[in-house]
């Protein structure tokens, strides 16, 4: 058994082994530092009355725990136990970071799929392929335009999903019939088409190789007749659709008892003159004013017997 250390004169102890009077006494730093076992040899009574804890000792107890330490180090201060649970928290964060990168990698292939799953049937799949058989065709005249006809003419499109057909190139398609002035086309799901023709009305005829064409406002030939019949035969400049626009234009301005009389009509392009069934001449001029120049024509045809009747200028109508 060692002998008690010796104290000094007055029982007083060394400065730095004094109790702290700064109010650190009970804190956990002396916990950190009183648990330390003592060695063997230690008596039992040496046991009871522990030498108390240094300020120097409690500030480097301190230092120790505030300072921040790698997960290794931490485990030997806060123990064990602290330690795994911290390994495994961090574990389960990458396992759930992963999971949840996984899932988000799975759905975007999914959605992935199913959009090109889906831009594949709407677009390749014969489940929206065009059948002709089943369109619906209206306004055709079933002479120079019928339903077969129009159906016919667009067999080229057969098989081509509903979707990826395009409704104009259907119609130029339906109007390469000269008799068909246009056409207007509508999808009917899921196969189908609606195809709505308007036919060409004739307006007047023109002369040709064995026989006359029927002539509409836009100076399309378009059916061909043995006769001029009560037509009235035109002439129409280099510019067709010019010629045939002016001549529409005083054709219709005419009423019906003059309009029947009309024989020819001549256009230049810029001037329109015509022929009566009873050989008289009437210079029309341009389209400007076609109303007022009917109205004196009319007039000057019931009340003045001429053979030459001018109403170019309305105004000052002139008859020779």
């Given at each position: 058994m060692r002998p008690p250390s010796p104290r000094r004169p007055g029982g007083s102890r060394p400065r730095d082994e004094r109790p702290s009077d700064t109010g650190e006494a009970g804190s956990p730093f002396d916990e950190i530092i009183a648990s330390t076992p003592e060695p063997e040899e230690v008596g039992e009574a040496?046991?009871?009355?522990?030498?108390?804890?240094?300020?120097?000792?409690?500030?480097?107890?301190?230092?120790?725990?505030?300072?921040?330490?790698?997960?290794?180090?931490?485990?030997?201060?806060?123990?064990?136990?602290?330690?795994?649970?911290?390994?495994?928290?961090?574990?389960?964060?990458?396992?759930?970071?992963?999971?949840?990168?996984?899932?988000?990698?799975?759905?975007?292939?999914?959605?992935?799929?199913?959009?090109g799953g889906g831009a594949w049937v709407a677009f390749f799949s014969p489940i929206f392929a065009f059948s002709s058989s089943a369109v619906i065709v209206s306004g055709e005249d079933g002479a120079l335009v019928t339903a077969d006809s129009v159906r016919s003419s667009i067999a080229s499109f057969e098989g081509v999903p509903l979707t990826r057909l395009s409704t104009s190139a259907v119609a130029r398609a339906v109007e390469s019939n000269v008799a068909v002035r246009s056409a207007t086309v509508t999808r009917r799901w899921p196969t189908s088409l609606r195809i709505s023709v308007?036919?060409?009305?004739?307006?007047?005829?023109?002369?040709?190789?064995?026989?006359?064409?029927?002539?509409?406002?836009?100076?399309?030939?378009?059916?061909?007749?043995?006769?001029?019949?009560?037509?009235?035969?035109?002439?129409?400049?280099?510019?067709?659709?010019?010629?045939?626009?002016?001549?529409?234009?005083?054709?219709?301005?005419?009423?019906?008892?003059?309009?029947?009389?009309?024989?020819?009509?001549?256009?230049?392009?810029?001037?329109?003159?015509?022929?009566?069934?009873?050989?008289?001449?009437?210079?029309?001029?341009?389209?400007?004013d076609a109303p007022q120049k009917a109205r004196v024509l009319a007039t000057l045809l019931a009340n003045v017997k001429a053979t030459t009747y001018d109403v170019s200028s309305p105004n000052h109508p002139v008859t020779s």
């Open positions: 040496e046991k009871t009355t522990r030498r108390p804890v240094s300020l120097v000792e409690r500030r480097r107890a301190r230092s120790v725990v505030d300072r921040p330490l790698p997960v290794a180090d931490a485990a030997s201060v806060l123990g064990g136990e602290e330690a795994a649970d911290l390994g495994d928290r961090l574990r389960e964060r990458h396992r759930a970071r992963r999971m949840l990168v996984a899932r988000r990698i799975a759905l975007t292939l999914v959605t992935l799929a199913l959009a308007t036919m060409r009305t004739p307006m007047a005829v023109e002369a040709g190789t064995g026989g006359y064409q029927l002539v509409d406002d836009q100076g399309v030939a378009f059916q061909q007749v043995a006769s001029a019949g009560d037509y009235p035969v035109v002439t129409l400049p280099e510019d067709r659709s010019v010629g045939a626009a002016d001549i529409a234009s005083a054709l219709g301005a005419l009423d019906d008892s003059t309009r029947s009389q009309v024989a020819t009509v001549t256009s230049t392009g810029t001037q329109v003159s015509f022929t009566l069934r009873g050989g008289q001449t009437v210079k029309w001029g341009t389209n400007a």
